[in-house]
């Protein structure tokens, strides 16, 4: 059989770089999150009025100086709604009209598509930090005075665990339970999870249970370490557990239909 010469058609056939592949799926990801309305009110909108309100009123008590402790709140509730919420809803309304299936079709290796939706979350939580940071600033927040390399850590931490369990969620039940699943524990973490109210002022009970929870560990770890300490250990493993367990039933249980 002939075959052609090479150069004979423009552009060449074939696979692109997969760097650019990568770099254009977290772009798209990206973007897709932030074009969203209910989105950018879930991801943005909510946790700036929680950190001016948090800041400026009193009605939770907070450790002082407020503007610090509001930050760690807002912060977990920002990575909880970008990481958890966000990703499971979307990965499951992407399943349920066939998004994953046809992108499984293309020469995107899938491989791609899944670091794509990871990295699509991780700028939206880069985009919350710096909004979010921006904001306490002007509110009073002064970064030297804590330990924002721990806090860092423990929002990288609390990004793997929560996508970790959103993915689970997204890929394992219908687009409809997704939502309704989702929105639930969202408000269930955000009054009793340790995010909105911090652990020593639930009954003691629930005080012990929402620490071995991904969002009582995040919430105190950060509060912890942006009023100037060291986050205990147990926050931090938690995360890690969270993490790895659910990303691991997560690669078993999830579909692409």
Excluded: C
Excluded at 129 to 145: H, I, K, N, S, T
Excluded at 199 to 218: E, F, I, K, R, T
């Amino acid at each position: 059989m002939a075959r052609f010469e090479a150069g004979t058609f423009t552009p060449a056939p074939g696979r692109g770089p997969l760097g650019r592949m990568l770099a254009t799926q977290v772009a798209l990801e990206t973007k897709l999150a932030l074009r969203q309305g209910e989105q950018v009110l879930l991801t943005l909108i909510i946790p700036l009025a929680l950190l001016v309100g948090l800041s400026l009123l009193e009605f939770v008590p907070l450790p002082e100086p407020r503007v610090d402790s509001a930050l760690a709140t807002v912060l977990a509730l920002a990575v909880m709604s970008t990481a958890f919420t966000s990703q499971a809803i979307s990965l499951g309304f992407d399943r349920r009209y066939g998004v994953l299936r046809r992108l499984a079709a293309t020469a995107v290796p899938r491989s791609m598509i899944v670091l794509g939706r990871l990295g699509g979350m991780a700028a939206v939580v880069l985009v919350q930090v710096v909004v979010l940071g921006a904001v306490a600033l002007a509110l009073g927040w002064r970064p030297g005075l804590g330990s924002p390399g721990w806090a860092l850590l423990l929002v990288v931490l609390g990004t793997a665990a929560f996508g970790a369990v959103g993915v689970l969620l997204g890929g394992s039940l219908r687009a409809e339970l997704v939502l309704a699943v989702a929105n639930i524990v969202w408000f269930v973490l955000l009054f009793a999870g340790g995010v909105l109210v911090p652990a020593a002022a639930l009954p003691g009970p629930l005080a012990v249970v929402v620490q071995l929870l991904p969002s009582g560990a995040l919430a105190e770890g950060l509060r912890t370490a942006l009023l100037g300490g060291t986050p205990a250990l147990g926050h931090i493993v938690v995360l890690i557990v969270w993490a790895v367990v659910a990303g691991g039933i997560a690669t078993r249980t999830v579909r692409w239909t």
